[in-house]
C-alpha cells in the first residue's frame, strides 16, 4: 500500500506562482509514475503533469509552459511548480501514483489539495 500526503495549495492572485508537494510512503518498491491531476467544480479530472521513474515529463497542453514537474526518488516526493496561474487553475489538485508490484498495476491518489486562483 503506497500513502500520498499533499501539501502547499491555497489562493493566489492570477499572475502568482504555488508550489504544491506530495510525498510517498509505504511500499513504495515498484513506484513507476508519479504525477498530479486535478478537478474543478463540475468537471472530470484530468492529468496535469506526469513524470516517470527514468522518463520525461508530460505536461497538459493548458498548464505546459507555466508548470514544471520535479521528483526525488531518493525522497519519494514529487513537486509541482505552478507559475503564471490563471483563474482556470483552479481545482482541487491530487497526487497520483502507479505501482506495479507483486504482479499487479495499482493506482494510488493523495486526498487532494485545493489550489484557488483569484482574478
Partial sequence: QVHLVE???GLVQAGGS???SCEASGSIFGIAVMGWYRQAPEKQRELVARIPTGGNEEYADSVRGRFTISRDNAK???VLQTNNLKP???AVY???AKQFAG???RD???QGTQ???SS
Fill in 7 to 9: 501539501s502547499g495549495g
Fill in 18 to 20: 504555488l508550489r504544491v
Fill in 76 to 78: 519519494n516526493t514529487v
Fill in 88 to 90: 482556470e487553475d483552479t
Fill in 94 to 96: 491530487y497526487c497520483y
Fill in 103 to 105: 504482479g499487479f498495476w
Fill in 108 to 110: 494510488y491518489w493523495g
Fill in 115 to 117: 489550489v484557488t486562483v
